[in-house]
C-alpha cells in the first residue's frame, strides 16, 4: 500500500516569513493529493489539492508544488500570520482506489 | 451548506462497554468515510460507503467494530466491547464523488476509554 512521509513534525516561524512542508509517497501510481489544516478540537479542513497532471497550483497565500518523478510534494504558506497556526497534514490517493493516505502532521506555530 | 455533522462530539467508557457514534454527511455526497485518529498522528481510513454499499472495510476490526449507513445518508459506528486502544477521535467525512478526491471531514468524537 502506500505510504506517506511528512517533514518536518514541527516548524515554527515569524509572522510574514514563508512556511514549506514537505511530503514522499511511495506509491508512483498515486495521483491526487490534497492538504487539510487541522485545528485544535476540530476535523481536518481541506485547503488546496494538486492532481498528477499538474505540477503547481497556487490560492492566494497558499501554494503546492509536485514533482512526479521524485514522489515528492510540497505546501508552501506565503506571508504567514498567526491564525495559520495548526497542524497540517499532506495525504496521497492510491490509483487503485479512492483510499487516502495521510502524512503524520506538521505541528507549524507561527510567532506574532 | 452545512457540513458534515458527528455526535456525540466527546464519549468517556469504561473499557467492555459498547459505544456508538453518528455521522450526517453533506447533502448530496454519495460517499462516507469513517476515519480514527490517534493522538499526533493523521487519520486513518477504517470503512468508507459508496452510498448504501460498504466498499472498502478491509481496515475496520471486524471483531469489535461494525458499521451501517441505511438508506445511503446517515451513518453509525459501533465498538463492542471497547478497550484501551480504542481511544482516538473518530471523524466522518464525506466526498461528492467516487474517485476519493475532495473529502470533507465532520468535527470528529472523541473517545476516551477508561
Known amino acids: 500500500g502506500e505510504n506517506v512521509e511528512q517533514h518536518p513534525s514541527t516548524l515554527s516561524v515569524q509572522e510574514g516569513d514563508s512556511a514549506v512542508i514537505k511530503c514522499t509517497y511511495s506509491?508512483?501510481?498515486?495521483?491526487?493529493f490534497p492538504w487539510y489544516k487541522q485545528e485544535l478540537g476540530k476535523g481536518p479542513q481541506l485547503i488546496i489539492d494538486?492532481?498528477?497532471?499538474?505540477g503547481e497550483k497556487k490560492d492566494q497565500r497558499i501554494a503546492v508544488t509536485l514533482n512526479k518523478t521524485a514522489k515528492h510534494f510540497s505546501l508552501h504558506i506565503t506571508e504567514t500570520q498567526p491564525e495559520d497556526s495548526a497542524v497540517y497534514f499532506c495525504?496521497?490517493?492510491?490509483?487503485?482506489?479512492?483510499?487516502?493516505?495521510f502524512g503524520e502532521g506538521t505541528q507549524l506555530t507561527v510567532n506574532p | 451548506e452545512a457540513g458534515v455533522v458527528q455526535s456525540p462530539r466527546y464519549k468517556i467508557i469504561e473499557k467492555k462497554q459498547p459505544v456508538a457514534f453518528w455521522c450526517n454527511p453533506i447533502?448530496?455526497?454519495?460517499?462516507l468515510y469513517w476515519y480514527r485518529q490517534n493522538l499526533g498522528q493523521g487519520p486513518e481510513l477504517l470503512i468508507r460507503?459508496?452510498?448504501?454499499?460498504?466498499?472498502?472495510d478491509s481496515q475496520l476490526p471486524k471483531d469489535r467494530f461494525s458499521a451501517e449507513r441505511l438508506k445511503g445518508v446517515d451513518s453509525t459506528l459501533k465498538i463492542q466491547p471497547a478497550e484501551l486502544g480504542d481511544s482516538a477521535v473518530y471523524l466522518c467525512?464525506?466526498?461528492?464523488?467516487?474517485?476519493?478526491?475532495?473529502?470533507?471531514f465532520g468535527p470528529g468524537t472523541r473517545l476516551t476509554v477508561t
Open positions: 467525512a464525506s466526498s461528492p464523488t467516487t474517485s476519493g478526491g475532495e473529502q470533507y
Open positions: 506509491d508512483s501510481a498515486s495521483n491526487y
Open positions: 494538486i492532481r498528477s497532471n499538474v
Open positions: 495525504a496521497a490517493r492510491e490509483a487503485s482506489g479512492s483510499r487516502l493516505t
Open positions: 447533502s448530496g455526497h454519495n460517499t
Open positions: 460507503y459508496e452510498n448504501e454499499e460498504a466498499v472498502d
